[in-house]
């Protein structure tokens, strides 16, 4: 992808230069530069983790400071952003950035309490059909969302939650292997429940034919956006999913703890078979300050609401996502694409064997991974990882040998990534 002439940092600033999206990184604040750093900036890579903050944030949370000071409670109703309608403001947003409609989507909760609540309502297990497929390396919260579901429901968890089965040394699952074990389980599968982009190895998976194999077998299918959302192309209405949840504050940038999201398709909005949990947020507006003994479901996504939502934390995340707004997802995902190429491409010229990426190699026809790359160090990783402390470097590594290095696309330059790349390259 990349002649030998790239690998300069005369190279990286020209791409930076001819970049369109390059404007967006004075968008953000980067961390400050610790006193026993060596270097004079920052080189943030931890962006599936945690995303820089938009400086837009101040003023938008300064906002509702005032509207609170000046208004109290009538700022549900008064300002420049009333309360009450406030997770509206985010609706549009959140339905370009997955692929749904505007009835199909809605900021709220947290992460996890939101999975929860999506497998009360699509994870219906039978005496026969009780089996939830997961990954082999799944984030730890939905392996404990799955295993306390399937207790709920009577079920061991050992016998009903079930992993992907990667071939022998491999770390990411094959398609064609993934689609077999679907089925393999058959009739007896009541659930697929994947993060559709892999919080380890940064594989993503094929959202659309896992959603057709698993309706094929009668099972729901449900993905986890974390790693997805503000980083990968999503369609999920025109995919079928059933439902998917993500979290805000990785790629979204909405800042730590930030407000979730979810995705529930249309077609199960009228069902009243359909069983959830219920809360007075979720009662249909028109009548909802009758203060009815009956619950009346709103006829849409936002049915699934429980509470009032924290506006602080939605204000902060419209700040971000007026900023995926201008800058598109497709644009986003072209330089995502590129940048991390041309880190993978750097790595090998550089480094040689002393990293390995796990990650699955970019590909033009298909949406194999997004903007991280899970890299394997073969010597002293800790002392690497220890010594970026020195370089003002900040990424992630996981045990024993995993380094997590995300170059985002909105705030990371190509320039970055030389950089980070001649900082590994001094241990290889």
């Known amino acids: 992808m990349f002649e030998q002439n790239k690998n300069s940092i005369e190279a990286a600033k020209s791409f930076d230069t001819n970049c369109p999206l390059n404007k967006f990184r004075d968008e953000f604040e980067f961390p400050e530069v610790p006193e026993e750093c060596q270097e004079k900036d920052v080189l943030y890579f931890a962006g599936h983790s945690l995303g820089l903050m938009p400086k837009r944030v101040r003023t938008v949370m300064a906002d509702e400071l005032d509207a609170w000071g000046k208004y109290g409670v009538e700022g549900h109703f008064m300002g420049k952003k009333p309360w009450l309608p406030y997770h509206e403001n985010i609706t549009e947003s959140f339905s370009r950035l997955v692929g749904g409609k505007t009835t199909e989507v809605v900021a709220m909760n947290s992460l996890t ?11 219906r297990p039978t005496k026969n059909k009780y089996k939830i497929l997961i990954e082999n390396n799944t984030f730890p919260s939905d392996q404990y969302a799955v295993d306390s579901q399937a207790r709920f429901h009577g079920y061991n968890p ?9 071939r022998e040394g491999e770390m990411t699952v094959r398609q064609e292997d993934l689609l077999a074990q679907i089925d393999e389980l058959g009739d007896e599968l009541a ?5 559709n982009c892999n919080y380890l190895s940064g594989q993503c998976f094929d959202m659309e034919a896992i959603t057709n194999k698993g309706h094929e077998h009668g099972a729901m299918v449900g993905f986890n956006l974390a790693h997805g959302a503000g980083n ?20 979204l940038n909405s800042g730590p703890g930030g407000m979730a999201g979810a995705f529930v398709h249309e077609k199960h909005h009228n069902d009243p078979t359909i069983p959830r949990y219920e809360g007075w947020w979720g009662n249909n507006k028109s009548n909802r300050f009758e203060m ?5 479901p709103i006829a849409s996504v936002e049915a699934w609401q429980l509470s009032n939502p924290p506006i602080f934390q939605l204000a902060s995340l419209r700040a971000s996502m007026e900023i995926f707004d201008e800058a598109t997802m497709p644009a986003i995902r072209k ?19 002393f990293v390995k990426v796990q990650t699955p190699a970019f590909r033009e026809d298909k949406q194999v991974r997004g903007s991280m790359l899970s890299i394997k160090m073969t010597k002293d990783p800790k002392q690497l990882v220890e010594s970026f402390k020195n370089k003002g470097v900040i990424c992630d590594f996981r045990e024993p040998d995993i380094l997590r ?24």
């Open 191 to 195: 659930l697929v429940m994947l993060g």
């Open 113 to 123: 309490v939101n999975l929860h609540l999506m497998l009360t309502s699509f994870y």
């Open 292 to 296: 009815k003994r009956r619950f009346d």
């Open 335 to 353: 330089k995502g694409d590129h940048l991390t190429s041309y880190l993978e491409w750097l790595l090998t010229e550089n480094c040689g064997s």
């Open 405 to 428: 290095i995300s170059p985002a696309p909105l705030y990371n330059s190509y320039e970055d990534v030389y950089r980070l790349v001649q900082i590994i390259k001094e241990f290889s």
């Open 232 to 251: 990968l192309l999503l369609d999920l209405h025109k995919w079928n999913v059933d439902f998917a949840v993500w979290c805000s504050y990785k790629y």
């Open 158 to 166: 050992e016998e009903a939650v079930v992993e992907l089965k990667p």
